[in-house]
């Protein structure tokens, strides 16, 4: 037990008590028998082959947390409907894009949100985000936004959620102003207003793929947010959520690496005077 507390007080073992908390209602309203077979085949699929890569990388076994995250967020955004060799493979592809898409030694993109857009050209699938709970009572969402915030704080990780819900919803208010109401009348109804928070809180605060300090936080979540809205109003398909944080998570391993290039160049500048 006091192994277990330590563990729930990490980012990872935190999300996934968080995300089962969800998983209850969501599970128990979509049907377990609908919803298991592609919750199940994302977990073990991320887990087994995350499980294999890092034996052979540190010549050990370790826990495959990580991959168990990556495989509930995609068995969540992913339609119960998709066969469970959808989702087993979906998020197999994002643990494995952990490993060869890197900048400093860290991942460069959200696995869950590669894997989803890479899913939806490969296997036409759909995204109804059932995990947010949009098809609960209204009063649902109460429980979305709580955990949410709960898990953004801990994590530390609450400006870029809110500079995202920020930038997202005021585009989208303005477009809706400005004449193309019909065109974006959806994202302020379930599922959509339900898929933008969840995606706020669970997954644009993704610690390996977002950055430490407050104040970059806000610009990677109104990048993030004006992405999104690019990839919905120019293009409408189903990964705008997840395809507009990959233009984000590229922009921040960009400022990393010239971030870390001035660093080297000015301890460069101060050993040779």
């Keep these: 037990m006091p192994r277990l507390r330590r563990y729930l007080r990490t980012p990872k073992g935190l999300l996934i008590a968080v995300l089962a908390v969800l998983l209850l209602p969501a599970v128990w309203h979509t049907g377990p028998g609908l919803a298991a077979p592609g919750l199940l085949g994302a977990v073990l699929a991320g887990g087994v082959t995350d499980l294999v890569v890092l034996r052979f990388r540190r010549q ?7 991959a168990i995250l990556t495989g509930l967020i995609v068995a969540m955004v992913l339609s119960p409907y998709e066969p469970w060799y959808v989702a087993a493979s979906t998020t197999a592809i994002g ?6 898409v890197r900048s400093r030694g860290a991942n460069t993109f959200n696995p869950a949100a590669l894997s989803l857009v890479a899913s939806f050209y490969l296997f036409s699938s759909g995204h109804s985000w059932w995990g947010a709970l ?3 009572p209204a009063w649902w969402i109460v429980l979305l936004l709580a955990t949410g915030v709960f898990v953004s704080d801990r994590v530390k990780k609450l400006p870029s959620a809110i500079a995202f819900l920020g930038a997202y919803f005021v585009l989208f208010t303005g477009t809706a102003y400005f004449g193309n109401t019909a065109g974006v009348a959806e994202v302020f109804r379930e599922p959509d207003v339900h898929a933008a928070t ?3 809180f669970f997954m644009v605060t993704d610690p390996p793929t977002s950055p430490p300090r407050a104040r970059d936080q806000v610009v990677f979540g109104v990048v993030t947010g004006v992405a999104t809205w690019l990839a919905f109003v120019l ?7 997840p ?3 990959l233009v984000a998570n590229a922009l921040e391993s960009v400022r990393r690496v010239r971030e870390r290039t001035h660093r080297q160049a000015r301890l460069g500048s101060a050993v040779a005077s």
Excluded at 95 to 100: L, Q
Excluded at 235 to 241: F, R, T
């Design 134 to 136: 949009p098809e609960l």
């Design 235 to 241: 293009v409408g398909a189903a990964w705008w959520l």
């Design 243 to 245: 395809g507009g944080l």
């Design 60 to 66: 050990r076994w370790t826990f495959p947390d990580g």
């Design 95 to 100: 643990v494995i894009s952990k490993y060869i």
């Design 198 to 200: 969840y995606f706020a």
